[in-house]
Structure formats: C-alpha cells, structure tokens
C-alpha cells in the first residue's frame, strides 16, 4: 500500500479556510506537477486535509464521534466479506481484484454507471482510476454491509480522486 503526503502549494496555504495563498500565478500548477499522473493514478485515495476546527476536536458539538472500537468492528466485518467473496481466487481485498473479478463483484446499475460516465469524461480520468474507482466503491459498500455497489457508494469513491481534476490550482495561473 502507497501512502504520500504533499502540500498544495509551496506556502501550503491552497485552499485553506483561513489563510491565503501567497504563491505568484503559476506556482501552484507548477508544484502540482511535480507529482505525475501516473503516479497518482497508483493512489486509491485522494484527501484533502483541512485544518480542524478547535470544537471538533474537543467535541464540544451535539455530535458524538464514532468510537475507534466501531470502526475497527465495521473494517473486521468488511474484510470477512471480501475473505469470503475470494475465497479460492488467491487474493484477499478488493484492492487486488482484477479485470475479470472487477466485471464480476462490481456491477453498476444504470444510473451508477451513468454517474461514472460522467466522473471520467469531466475529471479526464484514466482507465487505472475507473478500476480504483470501483474498488474503493465495492470496499465502501462493504463497510456498509451493502450487497450491491450503490450511486452513493460511488460518488464517495469519485469524490477520493480529488487530485485527479486537471482543473486542480488553475485559477492561480
């Protein structure tokens, strides 16, 4: 499994929700570009990370967090699944399903496959991201339980290739 970790801009302040960037036109495309597409393509999950607000992490909101007890319960359950589901096949997790397993435990209904239609002609996505796209869609799926990769299940998929947008620090040129 890859992890990385960058900055969006040399100041590190592109898209913050209290500062602003100070980088002249063209630096953030630039730094961007550092990091290949085919490098990024290899990443199953793009975040951004925003600074978190002090009554989040105090929990000073109505909203009680989800324990790391639940989570980890709901990941033991979802991994059983795909334990299950390839028994025999020589994997063990979605991320390593191939073509042929993709096509069989990754089915979209028509307006899922509709939704990624549109996904890759806006974002300009490659075939390797349409395949982790559908990975990352089937595992949420299996951390809900869900039997069948719904439309929700795969926007939030889409939403994880944020630095797949060719769009990305374009209004800094």
Known sequence: MWKMATHQCPCGYYNHPAKDCVCAPGKV???LNRVSGPLLD???LHVEVTPVPFEAIAHTGERIPESSATIRERVVKARAI???????AGITTNAQMNTRLLNRYCKLDADSLELLKTAMHRLHLSARAYDRILKVSRTIADLQGAAAISAAHLAEAIHYRSLDRE???QEYE
């Not at 795909?82 to 025999?88: D, K, P, T, V």
């Open 29 to 31: 495309r630039q730094y």
């Open 42 to 44: 290899r990443i199953d």
């Open 82 to 88: 795909q334990a299950a589901r390839f028994a025999g």
């Open 167 to 169: 769009q990305w620090g």
